[in-house]
């Protein structure tokens, strides 16, 4: 890291004290953005880094519920705008009892590159609460949902903050955010949110944006090295949103996801992993892995243990955060994975990264491979901005366009700075330098 960075990302340890994630997504950037840096003395003079590592706003709020029960809670909601400079504030909220300040500003700080480099017009935000979903009923997830929004109304808006969803927020809880922001403004916004329901202004292939579009990452990855994702073994972590439409498209390309896990632990289907009953299992049941095997007798259900030692040649960790360490990139490395592509945010930890590099394993960092997501919200945004809606076809195509592009903009600005192949600087280098000139050009703000 230059020294003039050093500095800065001195401060932003000590400023921001006891958030391990958010220095960690900083610390990535902040290494390697020195050749741009370098080329650029303009962004050192106006301060951008130092800018571009403070949120704009940080919104904290008390969240609180009564249960089936009638007992009361009390919940803490959170909504980090990031950076306004390339659009409104973009990104989804997090329910899970994981949830503090740290975590939304690690994905906000992360949301604000990755949506430079979707090349559309939007910025960075996050947010969340610390509310475990799990085990509720939908009413009392409604109730959540919509003491939520009570607050949350008056900082979001189709032109200022758009949220949608992330782990633990799907399209029932989109739903109520939704109903209730409509009820206390009066007014039918339609682009105050994305991830919507197709009978209320969704778009098509919003749901499956984020896994399809990791997965046609993968493969324009593998192409460039010599062949596609067709007849390669997967292994894909999580079973949630991104991971269940991973698998599926991993299926339509040819190849092969044999394993996939939850938070209880990993299902092996070597024959394939049957889309349709985890999509039972999960989407409508919202039940454990478990129940797997008791449908498909071949399979291996094992708890307590990581997927990444089942062998494969491509891994899609679709799970969380720092799912990825040290042993597991070993785990990874003895199975003969040849590619990693993060479907979720950061899951590979730094000391992973460099054992899977040292390796020659390739690897995609999520803020690329994944803005599939947020970019089919974009489009989402767009359609309702227009009154128009496009058919799945037509929006699967420009999402299969947005990831190549994403793919060929890492690519050659990582030969650019003369470092082929390494998609972590490629990503890095344009997102940073897309936001940097807007700032540059906003003035001192
Ligand atoms: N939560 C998703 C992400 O991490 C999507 C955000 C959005 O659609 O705004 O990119």
């Not at 799945?392 to 990582?414: K, P, V, Y």
Request: with cysteine; charged share 25%.
């Amino acid at each position: 890291m230059p020294a003039t960075v050093e500095t800065v990302f001195a401060s932003v340890v000590a400023r921001n004290p006891g958030e391990p994630e958010f220095h960690q997504a900083v610390r990535e950037v902040l290494e390697s953005i020195g050749p741009a840096l370098a080329r650029h003395p303009e962004y050192t003079e106006a301060r951008i880094v130092e800018r571009i590592c403070e949120p704009e706003r940080q919104v904290i709020f008390r969240v609180p519920w009564e249960d089936d029960r009638g007992r009361i809670h009390t919940n803490r909601g959170f909504r980090v705008e990031f950076n306004s400079a390339l659009g409104p504030f973009k990104g989804g909220l997090r329910f899970h009892p994981s949830v503090y300040l740290g975590i939304v500003k690690f994905l906000g700080f992360e949301q604000t590159f990755k949506n430079a480099l979707t090349g559309l017009s939007i910025g960075g935000g996050k947010g969340g609460a610390d509310f475990d979903p799990k085990g509720r009923s939908d009413r009392e997830v409604m109730r959540f949902c919509q003491s939520f929004m009570t607050e949350l109304y008056r900082h979001i808006g189709a032109e200022t903050d758009v949220p949608a969803g992330d782990v633990g927020v799907g399209g029932r809880e989109i739903g109520y955010l939704f109903g209730q922001y409509k009820r206390i403004t009066n007014r039918y916004e339609s682009g105050v949110l994305t991830g919507k329901g197709l009978a209320y202004g969704g778009a098509q292939v919003r749901r499956e944006a984020t896994g399809y579009g990791a997965v046609f990452f993968a493969d324009e990855m593998l192409s460039r090295a010599g062949g596609g994702l067709d007849g390669k073994r997967v292994v894909v972590s999580g079973s949630g949103n991104v991971a269940i439409y991973a698998i599926e498209k991993v299926h339509q390309l040819g190849g092969r996801v044999v394993a996939c896990s939850d938070s209880s632990g990993y299902v092996h289907d070597d024959k394939g992993i049957d889309l349709e009953l985890l999509r039972e299992l999960k989407e409508q049941r919202r039940a454990r892995l478990d129940d797997y095997a008791r449908h498909v007798r071949h399979a291996r259900v094992v708890s307590g243990r990581t997927v990444w030692e089942v062998p494969c040649e491509v891994a899609l960790p679709c799970a969380t955060q720092n799912e990825i360490g040290g042993a597991e990139a070993a785990a990874l490395v003895a199975g003969g994975c040849v590619a990693v592509v993060e479907g979720a945010n950061m899951p590979t930890t730094p000391e992973a990264v460099r054992i899977l590099a040292g390796a020659g394993v390739r690897f995609a960092p999520g803020k690329a491979a994944n803005a599939g997501g947020v970019a089919v919200s974009a489009l989402e945004m767009r359609q309702n901005a227009s009154r128009e809606s496009w058919t799945f076809d037509e929006s699967e195509q420009r999402l299969r366009g947005i990831m190549r592009d994403i793919h060929d903009r890492c690519w050659n600005t990582a030969e650019e700075y003369g470092l082929p192949g390494d998609y972590v600087a490629g990503a890095n280098i344009d997102g940073f330098r897309r936001v940097a000139e807007a700032m540059l050009a906003h003035g001192l703000i």
